[in-house]
């Protein structure tokens, strides 16, 4: 008989170009990495690793590798030995005979992308005949493309339904394309199903349950195995001009920024207080939401998206607190750019914002900044969103229709439509789409994603705020102001005119343009920020185009002239005389130079000192003081040393903020892989270098050499590599002679043909014995194949007690 | 985007820049769905609000109309989704009509059944509405005509009134070619006179907003006219009934046989009565016993003067005459309640509106200068105020002493002029009256008295009048030209508005109009003044302020153009 060529042999024909493409294509093989060729081969037919594999292969993928392991299973001889489907039978029976040369090309991509990805294997150079690889067929499930389990024995002839009960033919139908498996409920089909039945169509599988085995499957499907190739769905949003799309995603642009800023300033000002667990309590949520203007959903995403960019981060104070980092830094850095920090970080952050607020397992809300809002899928979805978006520009997509792309492309592992909805929605709430599709910032971002594998982060950040700045419109510098104490800036503000409103008035419309009013109230804001009042007129007046109205100068000089006639400040201490001259003295008197002494009021001497040490000072000015309390009584020798003590407490902010900003940097610097491809390249060369571990050959004794010490055969192969052999024995059905661990500790050899390799366990029917036992893996020692059975030396006699 | 003269905001107002060179076509775009809310020296402040949109609707304009409008004008990209709000807010009117039903009478039809539902459900259409007539048609009472379409607006589904008008009994009457007060010349209408009288006939029923003294009793007189028929008026008191009949039988081919006066003092029923609110709502013993003068005549029109009255409580009785056309006439549609909608839904939207400063550059009313005069108040006097109760403080700083002197100082710098001198304190206006000599007007100034005082300061005779809150309205005083206020109803803008009405009155020679408010600084008296000025300046009629030591120093001026 031809030495049938094996898996493993398939992957070792591989060069190293294809060895780096599977690797890159399937990256759950680098962690752990293989170091030799046998232990690659076992790690690529682990059931865990087939069932990742498939679930990154999209329709047309998933259903050539179905129609393959169908039409194996059912070619004649099959059990190992059969001809599998070449091409051609592969295109017939997915697309049908009259398929159109696209999708003849698309089913010949496919099948070569599977061989890449090793789902399917060649049996020599130059076969045209496709297999599945060890473990694929498990992993597709016990009803690949919907057809029945395979039942063996010849091909059947199409049933003749002529003489069948009514309704035959559509519950055969039902069966045929949707599910193989019926369950038989009412009466009204059981006739027809005990027809069937009988003559050998159905099989019944329990007393209630049928099903269509799959050989008939086919025959009723004219040898199909699919209705037809899955094309990729194309989205029918409605098209929208980029203008328009532009103009939107500018406004959410502008209005992230904004928000960024006030929460950096609410920050600065006044720490936000933090959980034990460590997220952000809702009152504090509630707070920023408030200063925001804006409500709880947008708030606690600007936060996430602050915190993932690093400009607010754990003080690390206790208790600890959030606080700005380096908030003169971000207001000094032009919009595009802030926008740039903002979205990059977004597009790798792990973190689900939209879950805050849900009540997770326990019940407890989940919160803001706390650990348990990271999922790790979300960034690969994330940019699998951003990817659909990209190959559809022009177009409004919504949720559904994203999802049906996405589903299309992983059918095996379809995201949450929940999840891509959430994930549009951040899209457009930072400007990255505008009505539905990618804005020009928004496709900057991805094509500086894409380059991402070669590019270093960073470099290509021109684009990005160039787009950004392309988008917004341009800056205006008039100011109208008008008689109502109103002023209108027909358009987005320049950055200077814009922070000298923020600081003078009080906003009362956005939108394109912006409405301001000025108060009394806000005036005095402007002055206690240290602007005086003929400033702040004059700064007016620089973009005023007419002069200012009278009612506004007015206000400004009356606000100016009550400013600062209300003063608040802090002494320790006081002398209070009766006599300013006296007050005079004390308060030049060399006694009192440490004490930072300052005149109050002309009877009234303030000083940072305490009253005790005060009091001693001013007698040695030659005053002789007396101590009183609060309310007017004097204070004998016993109050004195209680008075004065010296409390003084506030959180270092600033020590924080350094804590925090060292903090935010090294959490800002994700963490660095290097790509994918550059491991594969390296895990190759290691590959190479161990030399061509095939076939697992490194036992010299030949078969049967068990000893009953029980020390193992010298340079018998690892048990991860005798899993590999078994795997692929089990899917070729050809013997083996293992080397287990038996019932007394000691190790026993066999020769076994492997059924199933899986969950730990070894179906095995032992050749000498001709019978069935499952083995545990851990038990396993060694597994070598043995040559056909023909030449098999029995090792009965060998075994056993010495 | 084109470079246009609208701006619009994410609130939904718009603001029109004035300067614009196609601002006069896109105010005429926006003018049928946006209000004018704000209308200061450089930009126009119009709104979007539902109200608009759906009177918009009823005069045949569509939602496509409207984004156009707002598109074509609009500097910048407009919000897509504001546009699709506006096309989902327009697009809920009409499906509820008001019609007649020939067996039913007054029915509430529905293009959409879950709509009546929702409507049948509310608490508020209780009591308004009859029996189911089948699953689209429910009958109305007809009494509630007006209070179910208000009700039907507060519920967002507004409702069509298709159910027409009366004609009403009909009475010739037309415009009298000639003015007899001025040797019979000849006049006729302003051009915004008749475009207010179009707008109202055209829409059927609604009120008209024009500035104080632009002439809104002649727009009264040329609407009676356009309909010909029997017409009720309803004024705010007795003197402004008389002063109606004086137009109208200045203006009208009316004859003192066809006007009649249903007020206090008289109860006459003509085909053109003169009643006043007060007596229409007279209660006596839970009875309105004047409410039969409503149905003593087929009304074909019927008139509300100073209709910002009308949504007081009290004043609700005279909207149920819905079947008829109801013309309402004001210059200041603003309440501190914020009720103004309840007026268009009682009596109709507004039909005509126009900036005062554009009525003022077109020379129909008097430019006026309106300058607030802060007066320091005494050491003495700032200590009482600052402890004193809450209550008592507007009356502390508002009757200050030191207000005599500056009313001294003002009527000085107006010697010859025609001066009005208004408050709202008994005592402070009769401590005045008694210092600068001049008669005082009050409630209990008797209406003869009234009517010699006002005819006197007409003719000249007098020049200087002290008035209280009661010549808030409606009094006709041609030659003021000063108007000094010292106290007034704590922060009403309207109040302030009408006073300034008193001077707007064109002067013979063109003269500036002076309108002075004298305020105690750093007290509530301040405060309020601010608030109330606050209208006239969003009409443009920005207050200069002066302290009231530079007073001497400062010299009236006209306003800059």
């Known amino acids: 008989m031809v030495q049938m060529g094996t898996f493993s042999e398939d992957l070792a024909r591989r060069d190293d170009a294809a060895l780096v493409a599977l690797l890159t294509l399937r990256p759950d093989l680098l962690r752990p990495a293989p170091t030799t060729l046998r232990a690659l081969v076992t790690h690529v037919t682990a059931h865990a690793s087939v069932a990742q594999a498939l679930m990154r292969l999209d329709r047309p993928q998933l259903q050539a590798l179905e129609s393959v392991s169908v039409l194996t299973s059912v070619s004649p001889g099959s059990g190992g030995n059969g001809t599998g489907p070449t091409t051609d039978d592969v295109t017939r029976a997915l697309a049908g005979g009259a398929a159109p040369p696209a999708e003849r090309e698309a089913v010949t991509g496919a099948l070569r992308d599977l061989h890449e990805r090793a789902l399917l294997w060649h049996e020599g150079p130059g076969d045209e005949v496709w297999r599945t690889a060890p473990g694929v067929d498990e992993a597709l499930g016990p009803y690949p493309a919907g057809l029945g389990p395979d039942l063996g024995g010849q091909t059947p002839e199409p049933p003749d339904l002529a003489a069948a009960p009514p309704g035959a033919a559509e519950l055969l139908a039902a069966l045929t394309w949707e599910q193989p498996v019926g369950r038989v409920t009412s009466g009204r089909h059981q006739e027809v199903v005990a027809w069937l039945v009988r003559h050998g169509v159905l099989v019944a599988v329990d007393a209630e349950h049928v099903v269509l085995p799959r050989r008939t499957g086919l025959v009723l499907r004219d040898g199909r195995t699919h209705r037809g190739l899955d094309g990729r769905p194309v989205p029918s949003g409605p098209e929208v001009a980029q203008a328009a799309v532009d103009a939107e995603a500018a406004t959410a642009a502008l209005d992230l920024l904004r928000h960024t800023a006030l929460l950096a300033r609410t920050w600065a000002a006044a720490p936000a207080a933090m959980l034990r667990s460590g997220g952000l309590p809702v009152r504090e949520l509630r707070r920023t939401a408030l200063a925001l203007e804006t409500d709880d959903a947008t708030a606690a995403a600007v936060v996430e998206l602050a915190a993932g960019a690093g400009l607010v981060a754990d003080d690390g104070d206790e208790p600890a607190s959030f606080v700005t980092v380096d908030l003169d830094d971000w207001l000094s850095t032009p919009p595009a750019e802030q926008w740039g920090r903002l979205v990059r970080a977004w597009v790798r952050s792990p973190r689900t914002p939209w879950a805050v607020g849900t009540r997770d397992e326990r019940g407890a809300a989940r919160a803001a900044l706390a650990a348990d809002l990271e999922r790790p899928w979300v960034v690969l979805l994330r940019r699998r969103v951003l990817a659909v978006l990209a190959q559809n520009p022009g177009r409004t997509l919504d949720a559904e229709q994203v999802h049906a792309v996405l589903a299309w492309s992983s059918p095996r592992a379809v995201p949450p439509v929940s999840a891509v909805a959430a994930l549009l929605a951040e899209t457009r709430s930072w400007g990255v789409t505008g009505r539905g599709a990618l804005s020009r910032a928004g496709r900057a971002l991805v094509a500086e994603l894409e380059a991402d594998g070669t590019a270093p982060r960073g470099a290509d950040g021109i684009t990005l705020t160039a787009a950004l700045d392309a988008m917004l419109p341009a800056p205006v510098e008039d100011l109208l102001l008008q008689g109502d104490l109103t002023g209108v800036v027909p358009g987005r503000p320049a950055a200077a005119l814009e922070s000298l409103l923020d600081l003078s008035s009080e906003v009362e419309s956005r939108g394109a343009g912006l409405t301001v009013r000025f108060t009394p109230a806000s005036v005095t804001r402007a002055l206690d920020a240290g602007m005086s009042g003929t400033a702040l007129r004059a700064a007016l007046a620089r973009f005023s185009p007419s002069p200012l109205p009278q009612p506004l100068e007015y206000l400004v000089d009356d606000v100016a002239r009550r400013h600062g006639t209300v003063r608040v400040g802090t002494a320790q201490s006081y002398v209070r005389v009766a006599d300013p001259a006296v007050a005079a003295a004390i308060l030049t008197h060399r006694a009192l130079e440490g004490a930072e002494a300052f005149l109050l009021a002309p009877t009234v001497v303030a000083a940072q000192v305490p009253a005790a040490v005060l009091a001693e000072a001013v007698r040695a000015a030659g005053s002789s003081p007396v101590l009183e309390a609060p309310d007017g009584h004097l204070l004998t020798g016993a109050d004195v040393t209680a008075v004065g003590r010296a409390r003084t407490r506030g959180a270092d902010i600033a020590a924080g903020r350094r804590r925090a900003a060292s903090r935010a940097r090294s959490a800002s610097e994700q963490r660095d892989d290097g790509s994918d491809a550059d491991r594969a390249r390296a895990v190759v060369q290691r590959l190479r270098a161990s030399g061509a571990d095939t076939g697992g050959d490194t036992t010299d004794d030949g078969p049967g050499t068990a000893t009953t010490t029980g020390t193992p055969s010298a340079g018998t192969p690892d048990p991860v590599g005798a899993l590999g052999v078994l795997r692929e024995a089990a899917a070729s059905g050809s013997p083996v002679r293992i080397e287990v661990i038996g019932a007394r500790g000691l190790p026993e050899s066999r020769d076994v043909v492997p059924v199933r390799v899986d969950g730990g366990r070894i179906r095995l029917r032992d050749l000498t014995r001709d019978s069935d036992l499952t083995v545990a893996v851990h038990r396993l020692l060694s597994a070598t194949r043995l040559p056909p059975a023909s030449e098999t030396s029995d090792a009965a006699p060998e075994q056993g007690a010495r | ?561």
């Not at chain 2, 005509?145 to 208000?150: A, I, P």
């Not at chain 2, 709202?424 to 409630?443: C, K, N, R, V």
């Not at chain 2, 008193?502 to 600084?521: I, L, N, W």
């Open chain 2, 1 to 561: 985007m084109t470079d246009g003269p609208l701006i619009v905001q994410s609130d939904k107002s718009l603001l029109l820049e004035v300067d614009h060179p196609r601002a006069a076509e896109a105010r005429r775009a926006i003018a049928p769905f946006a209000e004018l809310e704000r209308a200061p020296e450089h930009m126009h402040t119009y709104r979007l609000t539902p109200l608009g949109l759906w009177n918009a609707r009823a005069a045949g304009h569509d939602a496509e109309q409207v984004v156009h409008a707002l598109v074509e004008h609009s500097r910048y990209p407009v919000p897509h989704a504001l546009l699709v709000d506006i096309a989902e807010t327009m697009d809920r009117y009409g499906r509820l009509t008001l019609s007649k039903h020939p067996t039913h009478g007054l029915v509430l039809e529905t293009t959409d059944r879950a709509v009546l539902t929702e409507v049948l459900r509310s608490r508020k259409t209780a009591g308004l509405l009859g029996e189911r007539i089948d699953e689209d048609t429910v009958a109305v009472h007809p009494s509630e005509r007006g209070h179910l379409k208000q009700v039907l607006v507060k519920l967002g589904w507004p409702a069509e009134d298709l159910a027409g008008y009366v004609d009403g009994e009909k009475h010739p009457i037309a415009l009298s070619p000639t003015d007899p007060a001025h040797d019979d010349r000849p006049w006729s209408l302003r051009p915004y006179q008749q475009q207010a009288v179009d707008g109202f006939w055209h829409g059927g029923s609604g009120v008209v907003v024009l500035p104080c003294g632009a002439g809104k009793t002649i727009v009264g007189a040329a609407s009676m006219a356009r309909s010909g028929t029997t017409t009720l008026i309803l004024v705010t008191n007795t003197v402004s009934a008389r002063q109606w009949r004086d137009e109208l039988l200045r203006r009208t081919s009316l004859t003192d046989e066809e006007i009649g006066e249903y007020s206090g003092a008289r109860k006459e029923i003509r085909p053109v009565t003169i009643a006043t609110y007060q007596v229409l709502t007279t209660r006596r013993k839970g009875v309105y016993t004047h409410l039969e003068l409503l149905d003593a005549r087929d009304w074909g029109l019927v008139v509300y003067d100073e209709v910002h009255l009308l949504p007081a409580p009290i004043f609700r009785m005279t909207a149920d005459l819905q079947a008829r056309r109801r013309l309402g006439l004001t210059a200041t549609l603003v309440r501190e309640d914020g009720r103004e909608d309840e007026v268009f839904s009682l009596i109709g939207p507004k039909r005509y509106d126009a900036p005062w400063k554009d009525i003022e550059a077109q020379g129909y009313i008097a430019p006026a200068e309106c300058v607030e005069v802060r007066l320091t108040l005494p050491d003495s006097d700032r200590m009482a105020y600052a402890v004193a109760e809450p209550e008592d403080r507007y009356r502390l700083a508002a009757a200050a002493p030191g207000k005599n002197t500056v009313v001294d100082t003002l009527i000085r710098r107006h010697d010859g002029e025609q001066i009005l001198v208004i408050g709202q304190y008994i005592d402070q206006l009769e401590e005045l009256s008694e210092h600068i000599g001049a008669p005082l007007i009050t409630g209990e100034t008797t209406v003869r008295e009234r009517q010699r005082l006002f005819d006197a300061f007409r003719s000249g005779e007098i020049s200087r009048l002290v008035v209280s809150k009661v010549a808030n309205f409606s009094i006709d005083l041609p030659e003021a030209s000063v108007a000094i206020q010292v106290s007034g109803s704590f922060g009403s803008r309207q109040e302030e508005a009408q006073r300034l009405g008193r001077v707007m009155r064109p002067k013979a020679d063109g003269r500036t109009a002076h309108f002075y408010a004298v305020v105690a600084r750093d007290t509530v008296d301040q405060d309020f003044a601010a608030h109330r000025q606050r209208f006239l300046a969003e009409q443009g009629y920005a207050y200069r302020i002066v302290d009231a030591e530079d007073l001497s120093t400062d010299h009236p001026r006209s306003p800059v153009e």
